[in-house]
């Protein structure tokens, strides 16, 4: 064949575009390759789920009764930070009263031995008060704090906290104000405010600020530690687009939004920001490549982590949508090398009803971050993350690891082997603080997972995944201790979340049951007995299942309520399914607090024991 001058011009002209985006050069530091994106009619994502997460309410906004909540009564929390020191988790988070950007703002503290037992938030940097002569800048309505970096363990073991001062409505440029420091102490007290760091874009210093700089602290050891984190080029470069350091504080000028980084095995640092843009450093941070977009990352303006693991792999966890304001799920994608990702994985499918409007308060469970490097590692291999939902409560996930999705043989918990209040091993774990889900002893001396829920707008869950077949066969036992208000709800899922067998334990005391596209009552029951259930379930098309109760025959062949392929989960909820917000519900639609919304309901128990399930094709 021959060819003309013309098409061999234009074949030249594709070789170097195709070789342009070599994955792990600057041309594309990190790339997904799973090809599974998210349905975004469904919270979950369609996605199977990371399992064994168990994910913790650890703050409930409540404004009229804030002694319940964090003593304060605001209602928009958001932008945790993550630390492990002194055999104590520790979570930083923003308050203000109402929505993002908005005066006055302060940061809060909470922290917990365990991961699962948290305190009551603490105030750590309060709201700024700026001295009297000092007045506001033209446009400005107040002050606000803004954060992008919480924890610094020093080279001597002292723990910083930081956080970053400003005006609202912008944090940025010439609406900072500069970076303050304390010092976290063994005991659990905090050391004084300092200013680390002012806006390179004023002329803020000590006098005509209200906390002095750190160099003044009498504290030697203190200005060793502040002094060495700023002459750590990787960890102040989280510091970026707050203040631009225009006065040639950042060896690197062209970074994005709200940093995360891990090392790779070569040694090379993989930068991650909003946005989907990512770079390398081959100088541990003192430079990077110019920052480009990971075309594979789908993501908009919340955050992205990314972090080595305790099995020698990495992960990254962000909101695969790019859609600011509708951020869920919260998955994870794994990898060998911190540089080819696979399997999507859901983290976090939950998205509760926003209870209180707030400017700029997007729906979802978002903002997450784990501990950074150098910043601690709790006992055990788990990967912990915090996250605010809707901007309004804060969170916390406990990843096992290694990251899997699949279960191999059949199950048989009877819960004896676990801790009681400990972790529920194999378990998906949703538990606000109102509706908590944990292992307990019964009178009996019986252990066994119970579910409580006194919380008007969200619900406890918990998850099993099995072995995914055509055929199962789940038996398990079920005590409605208590049951006043909520429904107590057990669904078979396939891998994509859909619900083909649905049962609901009503507050008449009705059992109901699935039959094609309704439920049917099926029996009736008593509070404070246990009950048998068994459910034999073809999952084939146009499949059907049949259900036992105490070994009576109450549903014989019912019809699946929607075809699916196969089934690999079995749900427990304290009530109904939800699925919105949706992409369409309105974000910034004013509207009063939802009824109720700070005021527990009566209190309902349930309990769940010897879940054995099998499957096959």
């Known amino acids: 064949m021959k060819f003309t001058k013309p098409f061999l011009w234009g074949l030249f002209l594709l070789i170097p575009f195709g070789l342009q985006a070599q994955t792990g050069s600057p041309s594309e530091p990190v790339r997904y390759i799973g090809g599974r994106y998210i349905n975004p009619s469904h919270h979950e994502g369609g996605l199977r789920y990371a399992i064994g997460v168990e994910s913790r309410q650890i703050l409930r906004a409540n404004r009229t009764h804030p002694e319940l909540s964090d003593g304060f009564g605001w209602t928009y929390n958001h932008a945790p930070m993550l630390a492990y020191w002194n055999h104590t988790f520790f979570v930083l988070y923003l308050s203000n009263k109402e929505g993002e950007h908005t005066p006055n703002g302060q940061t809060l503290l909470i922290t917990s031995k365990d991961g699962i037992h948290w305190e009551k938030p603490g105030l750590l940097f309060p709201p700024y008060h700026a001295p009297e002569e000092v007045k506001l800048p033209k446009g400005s309505t107040g002050y606000m704090m803004h954060q992008r970096m919480g924890f610094y363990v020093a080279p001597d073991g002292r723990l910083l906290t930081l956080a970053f001062y400003a005006h609202s409505p912008s944090p940025f440029g010439k609406g900072g104000i500069g970076r303050v420091v304390r010092e976290i102490h063994q005991d659990g007290t905090f050391g004084p405010i300092y200013f680390i760091r002012y806006s390179s874009f004023n002329n803020w210093n000590e006098t005509n600020t209200s906390y002095p700089f750190y160099k003044e602290s009498p504290d030697a050891g203190f200005v060793a530690a502040c002094d060495s984190l700023l002459h750590d080029r990787l960890k102040t470069l989280q510091w970026w687009d707050e203040d631009n350091g225009i006065d040639g504080f950042f060896s690197f000028n062209k970074s994005h939004e709200a940093l995360s980084y891990y090392h790779r095995n070569d040694g090379k640092v993989v930068a991650l920001w909003k946005h989907s843009y990512c770079a390398i450093s081959s100088d541990n941070g003192y430079n990077f490549s110019e920052p480009v977009k990971a075309e594979t990352l789908i ?99 406990r990843i096992p690891v290694p990251v899997r999705y699949k279960v191999d043989s059949d199950i048989n918990d009877t819960f004896e082997n676990m801790k009681e209040d400990g972790p529920i091993t194999n378990w998906n774990i949703y538990s606000p603080l109102w509706a908590p889900v944990k292992l307990i002893k019964d009178k009996t001396g019986n252990k066994c997972i119970q579910m409580t829920d006194k919380d008007p707008y969200d619900y406890g869950r918990a998850i099993r995944v099995f072995k995914e077949g055509h055929h199962i066969k789940a038996s398990m036992q079920i005590k409605i201790e208590k049951q006043d208000t909520s429904s107590f709800d057990i669904d078979i899922t396939d891998r994509f979340g859909n619900r083909p067998v649905q049962l609901q334990f009503t507050p008449d005391g009705t059992l109901k049951a ?93 309990l769940i024991d010897n879940v054995a399930i099998s499957s096959h094709q």
């Not at 982590?305 to 509708?326: K, V």
């Open 514 to 606: 699935s039959d094609g596209s309704s439920l049917k009552t099926v029996k009736k029951y008593e509070t404070g007995k246990w009950y048998s259930l068994k459910i034999e379930m073809d999952a084939s098309p146009y499949g059907h299942y049949s259900l036992l109760m105490n070994h009576e025959k109450v549903v014989d062949k019912a019809p699946l309520i929607m075809v699916v392929k196969s089934a690999e989960r079995i749900s427990f909820r304290t009530g109904h399914y939800r699925n919105t917000p949706t992409r369409e519900t309105p974000n910034q639609h004013k509207a009063p607090p939802l009824p109720d919304a700070d005021k527990m309901q009566s209190s309902d128990i349930y």
């Open 299 to 397: 993501m908009s303006g919340g955050k992205i982590w990314g972090q080595r693991t305790d099995d020698g792999r990495y992960a990254l966890c962000y909101n695969p949508i790019d859609l600011s304001e509708y951020r869920w799920p919260l998955v994870i994608v794994t990898g060998d090398d911190g540089i080819v990702f696979d399997h999507m994985l859901v983290v976090q499918g939950e998205v509760p009803p926003r209870r209180f409007y707030g400017h700029w308060k997007d729906f979802g469970p978002q903002y997450m971050r784990g501990i950074a490097e150098g910043n601690g590692n709790p006992p055990g291999p788990d990967m912990w993350l915090t996250y605010s939902m809707n901007k309004e409560d804060m969170w916390i996930s």
